[in-house]
């Protein structure tokens, strides 16, 4: 199992069982200072609750995602201070070919493969690796 899943399983685990258990603490707080609650305020407390689910659903995907932008924001920040040059001559010489390959990271727990039917790069041209930030 890899960890990845592992922290998004104890997060999914915190997400659902902290709104009753905060319920329920502020239950018993109440009953021990004021005394027996009415079914409006017990209504009231669980809807409240409710209604914070869903940003601690959605926080660790904006936390993820604020991070995935600051780290591309600073890629593309030391890529644009570059000194800039002059665009080389483009050539017909081919210096990296690939047919039919299937590539793959040695060791990976995950059987990722990149399958390549074609690819070809010539000398002077620019090529992106485009994907998610940090695979």
Known sequence: MSRTAVIKTINLCVVFAVPPLIAMVIFATYVFNKGPFDSTFAFTVLSLFNTLRFPLV??????????????????????????????????????????????????????????LPHFEVKSGEVVAVVGRVGS
């Open 58 to 115: 959605v926080l660790p995907k904006a936390l993820r995602g604020s991070s995935e932008a600051a780290a591309s924001l600073s890629r593309l920040e030391k890529y644009l201070l570059l000194e800039e040059h002059d665009d080389p001559p483009k050539s017909k010489i081919t210096e990296a070919r690939f047919k039919d390959a299937v590539l793959g990271y040695p060791g990976s727990k995950e059987e990722f493969r990149l399958q």
